[in-house]
């Protein structure tokens, strides 16, 4: 098992920066591609982000290329998204996601986070 928890979320205005946290216990956490992904009031969860076990292999959706970066630290189990130049269509409930092999599909994703809210304001 792998537990994920995320972290700072919060109310921005646009233009504005946050970096989300993901922690991750259990299992070896240095194993598994992390993504993350979001999910808009009324809207299906949508992939954001993905990097490989090594940190060698990165990928975006093209809705956040150019402001989001996503990077990890297996020394400390944790995987950020810096989230720059933020609109007010980049609010939803953010999750982090767990799998053997990097992919964006919210269906193969084997462990999952329980969310942090991020809302921009215009």
């Known amino acids: 098992q792998v537990q994920l928890v995320e972290s700072g979320g919060g109310l921005v205005q646009a233009g504005g920066s946050l970096r989300l946290s993901c922690a991750a216990s259990?299992?070896?956490?240095?194993?598994?591609?992390m993504a993350w992904f979001r999910q808009a009031p009324g809207k299906e969860r949508e992939f954001v982000a993905a990097?490989?076990?090594?940190?060698?292999?990165?990928a975006y959706a093209d809705s956040v290329k150019g402001r989001f970066t996503i990077s990890r630290d297996n020394a400390k189990n944790t995987v950020y998204l810096q989230m720059n130049s933020l609109k007010p269509e980049d609010t939803a409930v953010y999750y982090c996601?767990?799998?053997?092999?990097?992919?964006?599909?919210?269906?193969?994703?084997?462990?999952w986070g329980q969310g942090t809210q991020v809302t921009v304001s215009s």
């Open positions: 259990g299992r070896t956490f240095s194993s598994y591609a």
């Open positions: 996601a767990a799998d053997i092999i990097l992919n964006p599909n919210t269906d193969s994703q084997e462990y």
């Open positions: 990097i490989s076990w090594r940190g060698d292999r990165t």
